[in-house]
């Protein structure tokens, strides 16, 4: 009897009201070839993104003590440890083109060039990205391939500024052309899966679910046990967010106009959004919906106040102004790599094929300096999570001797999802042909 076979790119269809609703599948064995490495048409899907936050880290809690696979993760690294496996650890480098240290630490990371200075305020610089940054990098090699080109998502409040997009976006086209990243839960929510625009009380009081219920249960009797319960487990996780949108009273209502988490005691609800809005892209990338993303935790220079850690004022004030060792700073630092580790670790818990999306993803994570309380660019944070579907090794600290260009984990990440970098990345001083020795397979 021959396999029952299911094109990638399948959607669960149905209507709500008078707006077409389209559920997007994960990844189902009846999508996968014999050996389930691949899709039936001979993709390997791998995705890249970008997971931001900013203001640095204390590298005297960050600097893993040994290296290759024997490395030891320090307490702002143990978050991870969940995850390690996936995890390449990148010290010792250096953003080579750096003058101004926030904008040249986020330009740098982000487009391996030069920030573009438009301007000048107070006693600082305004300015933006003179490249595309890496995620739109990826995009552009992936653009056709997934319904949405990218997807942008932003976890903490914007804090406001007045030294260009450098500090305001992380996704850029181009000088001054950026990408958004979205930070309410339902907004992304409704992007992903569209909702009626103005609906009746009825109607409105329906899952998207329920829109497409005739054909979940079509589908079910057409595929095995296995995708049966894939699709269950699915199909419960977006019933699941729902429920966490949903407005007081409403006990499973699509998100059309829901409340996004409010604020708790005057503060944001940093867990509780950065878990909606990871579920969500996690579900989107498994669904294949697109295979280039960015996340920004915290905006560079962030003023985000982490009171879930005791923080009474904001993180940039507090790097400049805390007294040594920056305990509190410590701390933000521990709560951001605990956020990281819920994504990833999501990704990691995704079936897909013989593995898992994160075996499938190249994640870059970063930030725009190397400590807040001295504002350098050396000795430069970096991580690389995901396996690149097998082109990456995992579980790798590389420690560069000689303040290797930072330019280079770029190159290697673009390398590792199968985006083609022939002639090199980045611009004059931030230009480099090899990537970082060790990591690809």
């Not at 396999?3 to 999508?31: D, H, Q, Y």
């Not at 992380?170 to 339902?186: A, D, I």
């Not at 956020?339 to 990704?347: D, I, M, N, T």
């Not at 818990?349 to 001295?374: A, F, Q, R, Y």
Request: glycine fraction near 10%.
């Amino acid at each position: 009897m021959s396999k029952f076979a299911l094109n990638r790119r399948s959607f669960l269809r149905g209507a709500l009201g008078t707006a077409a609703i389209a559920v997007a599948l994960p990844p189902l064995e009846a999508m996968f070839g014999s050996h389930g490495e691949a899709y039936a048409d001979g993709t390997t899907p791998c995705r890249f993104g970008v997971w931001f936050w900013g203001n640095g880290v204390r590298r005297a809690h960050w600097i893993p003590s040994g290296t290759g696979a024997d490395w030891v993760a320090g307490e702002e690294l143990a978050p991870l440890e969940g995850v390690r496996p996936w995890m390449h650890v990148l010290t010792g480098m250096e953003i080579k083109t750096a003058t101004h240290p926030h904008h040249s630490g986020m330009a740098g990371i982000m487009t391996g060039a030069r920030y573009q200075q438009v301007g000048t305020t107070r006693d600082t610089i305004v300015s933006t990205f003179a490249q595309p940054s890496v995620d739109q990098v990826a995009a552009a090699h992936f653009a056709g391939q997934t319904p949405f080109r990218s997807l942008e998502i932003g976890i903490t409040r914007h804090t406001g500024t007045d030294e260009g997009t450098t500090f305001e976006a992380l996704s850029h086209n181009g000088p001054n052309n950026v990408n958004q990243s979205e930070r309410s839960p339902s907004a992304f929510f409704e992007r992903l899966f569209g909702s009626p625009p103005e609906p009746k009380v009825d109607a409105a009081r329906r899952s998207v679910l329920d829109a497409v219920s005739e054909q979940t249960r079509s589908l079910k009797n057409r595929v095995g046990l296995r995708d049966r319960e894939r699709l269950d487990q699915h199909l419960e996780s977006i019933r699941s967010i729902e429920l966490r949108l949903a407005t007081p009273g409403a006990a499973c209502t699509i998100p059309a106009r829901p409340s996004d988490p409010g604020d708790i005691d005057g503060q944001q609800p940093i867990i509780e959004n950065n878990q909606l809005l990871s579920d969500l892209m996690v579900m989107a990338l498994a669904c294949d919906m697109t295979r280039a993303f960015s996340v920004m935790f915290s905006q560079a220079g962030s003023g985000v106040v982490m009171s879930q850690i005791g923080a009474q004022n904001g993180l940039h004030y507090l790097c400049h102004t805390e007294a040594q060792p920056q305990e509190t700073v410590h701390r933000a630092t521990v709560f951001t790599m605990q956020q990281l580790a819920y994504f990833l670790e999501r990704l990691r818990d995704t079936p897909e094929g013989n593995g898992n999306v994160l075996d499938n993803s190249v994640i870059l994570c970063t930030t725009e300096l190397s400590e807040g309380s001295n504002h350098t660019n050396d000795e430069f944070p970096i991580l690389i999570a995901g396996k690149g579907a097998g082109r990456l090794r995992g579980n790798w600290h590389y420690r560069s001797g000689s303040k290797r260009n930072a330019s280079c984990a770029l190159l290697t990440s673009l390398r590792a999802a199968g985006v083609p970098v022939d002639g090199g990345f980045g611009v004059a001083e931030g230009h480099v042909t090899e990537g970082v020795p060790g990591l690809e397979l």
